[in-house]
């Protein structure tokens, strides 16, 4: 159980940056199992023989996609939605993995046959500022576009606030930069000398 809560608390490479307790992961192991259930295929599954209880998942296999889509799909999920054709590098295990998202291959992916159980991804539209689309994995369910346009507008004025006090932290430091000058020639003349 350890290892589930530190793999999910990591604090690279994600999006969103979660820190969850152990009750929280044992909750979500537990809601994977009861999902798996239902769906007559087992997504997550307890691996007895050790000391401690783990766990492993059958994401691949239950999906029936084949590895590339596995990762993509697992890189979509940590880090968010991406650019196609964007170089994603990971590492694990001291190891740097890189992949590139093929646009053409995610295009496959979201054309998926529902008897296959529909698409896994989602093309997001432009976001305001963004030279290309963006790509969203669809395994919680359909993106709400509308939503996701508010969070660029949010997106949108933050940035703006946040040029607007980089000006101000500028104009200030500069205002500090004149006073300090101006104490020194003051101390100049007056035959002081400056700390």
Not at 107 to 124: D, F, H, I, T, Y
Not at 148 to 158: G, I, K, N, Q, R
């Amino acid at each position: 159980m350890n290892a589930v809560v530190t793999g999910c608390n990591q604090k690279s490479s994600r999006n969103p940056y979660m820190e969850i307790t152990e009750d929280e992961a044992q909750t979500a192991l537990q809601a994977l199992k009861a999902m798996s259930v239902q769906a007559g295929q087992m997504l997550v599954r307890e691996v007895s023989g050790s000391r401690s209880m783990r766990y492993e998942h059958n994401f691949q296999r239950c999906l029936g996609v084949p590895e590339q889509s596995a990762v993509i799909l697992g890189i979509l999920m940590l880090r968010g939605p991406q650019t196609a054709g964007n170089c994603v590098s990971i590492q694990i295990a001291g190891t740097s993995l890189r992949t590139f998202l093929p646009e053409a291959f995610l295009e496959e992916v979201q054309n998926r046959p529902s008897e296959k159980g529909g698409a896994l991804v989602q093309k997001l539209p432009r976001a305001p500022g963004a030279r290309e689309q963006r790509w969203a994995h669809l395994m919680c369910g359909e993106i709400d576009v509308t939503e996701l346009e508010t969070v660029y507008e949010a997106s949108d004025l933050a940035s703006t606030e946040g040029s607007k006090i980089h000006q101000r932290i500028s104009a200030l430091e500069d205002e500090v930069a004149s006073l300090r000058q101006t104490v020194l020639d003051l101390c100049k003349d007056l035959g002081l000398t400056a700390k």
